[in-house]
């Protein structure tokens, strides 16, 4: 009995294949983005399109998974908060084993599994952990929208890409003493 809802965009049959080591299916599809794809300043939006180009390989011991998915990233530049978008692609490769069955063709639990192993419940594999792997791991974790990006100033809070020579006159009363310092130095050597 699989825990797989065979409906899910992201759940695939894999009964064509059979268990025939060298059976191979091809499939291009899209479907929406699932919830929280991503990091705090950068994500892939829930419902937003994803395209995938994979291919299904049976093997000896399980369905090998290939391919690549096309997500729309967005978010936010970590030093000037400007929101930024762009176009991600990810590479997918995962091994789903067959489960363990016995004489009869029934699932076993045989207990020493690797419980990291990706599974193939009944005929069913679900794509969603290995895409959200793969697109989680490619993000960057400090999104930058450009890559000399200058920043906010830490006073007043402007841009410095639309201002780069923007300054402040003030002067922070931790240095207040050194800056009397400049100005006798300069009266002394007049």
Request: hydrophobic share 35%.
């Given at each position: 009995?699989?825990?797989?809802?065979p409906?899910?965009?992201?759940?695939?049959?894999?009964?064509?294949?059979?268990?025939r080591?060298?059976?191979?299916?091809k499939l291009?599809?899209s479907?929406?983005?699932?919830a929280?794809f991503g990091v705090?300043?950068?994500?892939v939006?829930?419902?937003?399109?994803v395209?995938?180009?994979?291919?299904?390989?049976?093997?000896?011991?399980?369905?090998?998974?290939s391919?690549?998915?096309?997500v729309?990233?967005?978010?936010e530049?970590s030093?000037c908060l400007e929101p930024l978008?762009?176009?991600?692609?990810?590479d997918?490769?995962?091994?789903?084993?067959?489960?363990?069955?016995?004489?009869?063709?029934?699932?076993?639990d045989?207990?020493d599994?690797?419980?990291?192993?990706?599974?193939?419940?009944?005929?069913?594999?679900?794509?969603?952990?290995?895409l959200?792997?793969?697109?989680?791991?490619?993000?960057?974790?400090?999104?930058?929208c450009?890559p000399?990006?200058?920043?906010l100033?830490?006073?007043?809070?402007?841009?410095?890409?639309?201002?780069?020579?923007h300054?402040?006159?003030?002067?922070?009363e931790?240095?207040a003493a050194?800056?009397?310092l400049?100005?006798k130095?300069?009266?002394?050597?007049?």
């Open positions: 009995m699989t825990t797989l809802d409906r899910s965009p992201l759940v695939l049959d894999t009964r064509e294949l059979g268990r080591a060298g059976a191979m299916k291009q599809f479907v929406e983005a699932p929280e705090a300043m950068i994500a939006p829930q419902g937003s399109e395209d995938f180009d994979i291919r299904l390989e049976s093997v000896i011991d399980g369905v090998l998974v391919g690549s998915a096309l729309t990233v967005k978010g530049c030093r978008a762009f176009d991600m692609e990810v997918l490769q995962e091994m789903f084993e067959y489960p363990e069955t016995d004489s009869r063709g029934r699932e076993i045989s207990g599994q690797d419980e990291d192993a990706l599974k193939l419940e009944g005929d069913y594999l679900d794509l969603e952990p290995v959200r792997d793969a697109v989680v791991l490619a993000l960057p974790l400090s999104p930058l450009q000399g990006c200058l920043g100033c830490t006073t007043c809070g402007q841009n410095f890409n639309e201002d780069p020579e300054q402040h006159d003030e002067v922070d931790r240095w050194l800056a009397n400049v100005t130095d300069s009266d002394d050597e007049d």
